[in-house]
């Protein structure tokens, strides 16, 4: 029995390690964020194990009935969307769970969209906070308010209909001068990366309208 936490492309569908295919062919079930989703690239790899849903609305639910088929010696494979189970994604409980019981979990190498943002930012990178998405509302300005004072690269998830609005809200806080580095669309065929500072950036987006999903990386302090 074990689990295994499988991470799957960002966007190029050719992002999948050997391993990864292997195992999501190997194992007995998957569990996935989204199954219409990811049926695309089981398809894509002919790979035909079964597949039930695994999401933030149901994993508090669905836990003890995954815990109780690994203990009946099932080899279970989580993924998400697309990239790394458990960051920014559903992952965490299970895994919590399944380690109180004693079962074997392995997380697989592979895609997520925060280190290769990161690594062409052009920022520091020995040291960095990722902080995933802003909260939504409550406690949004004072988040930014304790970011905005570490003295190590910050990493952020937007989606295009938020950008603007966190831009806004970043440049007093942070100050327009600070410099930033925006990645959209990672691995796809409309991949591109802004750089400059976050005054310049709110420029840019106001007169660019934001298509995709973003990578904010805020230089330090």
Do not use: W
């Amino acid at each position: 029995m074990a689990l295994y936490l499988v991470p799957t492309p960002i966007g190029n569908l050719e992002d999948m390690t050997f391993r990864a295919v292997t195992l999501l062919k190997e194992a007995d079930l998957i569990l996935a964020e989204d199954t219409r989703t990811s049926a695309v690239l089981l398809q894509h790899y002919g790979i035909s194990t079964p597949m039930q849903s695994f999401h933030m609305h149901n994993e508090h639910s669905k836990v003890k009935g995954v815990v109780e088929k690994l203990n009946a010696e099932q080899t279970i494979a989580l993924i998400s969307d697309a990239g790394t189970p458990g960051i920014s994604d559903p992952g965490f409980l299970l895994v919590r769970e399944a380690l109180q019981h004693e079962i074997h979990v392995e997380c697989l190498p592979g895609a997520t969209a925060l280190i290769p943002a990161l690594v062409q930012s052009g920022l520091p990178s020995d040291r960095f906070f990722f902080q995933g998405f802003l909260p939504p509302k409550k406690g949004r300005q004072k988040k930014m308010e304790e970011l905005a004072q570490l003295a190590v690269t910050v990493v952020f998830y937007e989606s295009p209909h938020k950008l603007l609005k966190t831009l806004d809200q970043m440049e007093p806080i942070f100050g327009g001068d600070r410099k930033v580095s925006i990645s959209r669309e990672l691995t796809k065929k409309f991949e591109d990366t802004f750089r400059g500072s976050l005054s310049e950036a709110q420029e840019f987006y106001t007169q660019q309208a934001p298509k995709g999903e973003f990578v904010l990386c805020i230089a330090p302090q």
